[in-house]
């Protein structure tokens, strides 16, 4: 019995819980907060669970992240209570399946692609920054494609470090050829210099606004 135990506490040590919370907001205006909880392996994202609030307490939504065979290509599952949608992202080999649900119809599509360039989607926009996270840092620039459920297309972008100051880093999705309606501003992740730490997001949500827009946040996070 000794054995299972010595892998519980190998596995146990190895990855770590982490829990964020958020503030998002649109304009200046406060638009939703989130409850981010991820676990972690070597600073890299393994699974999450979003938990999604309006302003007035009512629980809007919530997302769930989960990175099977790529590290840069997490499944994602999000629905939200306000417009009764929801959007599944599947990954399989060089093929994903998108699912989006809504009152009105239930659609599921398929879109191939190639490993010509490294691709990523959602949060593995973070595992590929800490995995070359020095490289960054010392100003080198990568080129990879972005996947963009919203229109069923993959985006090149070009990710580099914005700027470092005061123990944090900012680190920027430049736009290079990308969509103007995805990239209405520059894209932003900021972390602390010392341990990785999330800070701060600037750009698009998956979350809508009442009208069926996607948001363009400004969000905060705390540990």
């Given at each position: 019995m000794l054995l299972p135990l010595l892998i519980l506490l190998s596995v146990s040590s190895y990855s770590s819980t982490r829990i964020f919370e958020g503030v998002a907001r649109d304009e200046g205006v406060v638009a939703y907060y989130q409850r981010f909880s991820v676990v972690e392996e070597k600073d890299n994202y393994k699974r999450g669970f979003i938990e999604l609030w309006e302003p007035s307490g009512r629980r809007l939504g919530y997302k769930k992240i989960v990175f099977k065979n790529n590290p840069y290509l997490p499944d994602v599952y999000l629905k939200e209570f306000r417009t009764k949608e929801e959007l599944?992202?599947?990954?399989?080999?060089?093929?994903?399946?998108?699912?989006?649900?809504?009152?009105?119809?239930?659609?599921?599509?398929?879109?191939?692609?190639?490993?010509?360039?490294?691709?990523?989607?959602?949060?593995?926009?973070?595992?590929f920054i800490i995995d070359h996270w020095d490289e960054i840092l010392e100003g080198?620039?990568?080129?990879?494609?972005?996947?963009?459920?919203?229109?069923?297309?993959?985006?090149?972008?070009?990710?580099?470090?914005?700027?470092?100051?005061?123990?944090?880093?900012?680190?920027?999705?430049?736009?290079?050829?990308?969509?103007?309606?995805?990239?209405?501003?520059?894209?932003?992740?900021?972390?602390?210099?010392?341990?990785?730490?999330?800070?701060?997001?600037?750009?698009?949500?998956?979350?809508?606004?009442?009208?069926?827009?996607?948001?363009?946040?400004?969000?905060?996070?705390?540990?």
């Amino acid at each position: 019995m000794l054995l299972p135990l010595l892998i519980l506490l190998s596995v146990s040590s190895y990855s770590s819980t982490r829990i964020f919370e958020g503030v998002a907001r649109d304009e200046g205006v406060v638009a939703y907060y989130q409850r981010f909880s991820v676990v972690e392996e070597k600073d890299n994202y393994k699974r999450g669970f979003i938990e999604l609030w309006e302003p007035s307490g009512r629980r809007l939504g919530y997302k769930k992240i989960v990175f099977k065979n790529n590290p840069y290509l997490p499944d994602v599952y999000l629905k939200e209570f306000r417009t009764k949608e929801e959007l599944e992202v599947e990954w399989g080999i060089g093929k994903v399946k998108v699912r989006d649900y809504n009152r009105v119809k239930r659609t599921e599509k398929s879109y191939e692609f190639s490993t010509s360039r490294t691709k990523i989607f959602d949060m593995g926009v973070h595992n590929f920054i800490i995995d070359h996270w020095d490289e960054i840092l010392e100003g080198k620039e990568f080129e990879v494609s972005m996947f963009l459920p919203q229109f069923g297309d993959w985006k090149n972008i070009i990710l580099r470090k914005a700027w470092s100051t005061d123990g944090k880093v900012g680190i920027e999705f430049a736009r290079g050829n990308i969509h103007e309606m995805f990239f209405h501003s520059k894209n932003q992740i900021t972390y602390t210099e010392k341990d990785k730490s999330l800070v701060h997001y600037r750009g698009l949500s998956l979350v809508k606004d009442g009208k069926g827009r996607y948001l363009e946040v400004n969000l905060d996070y705390e540990e």
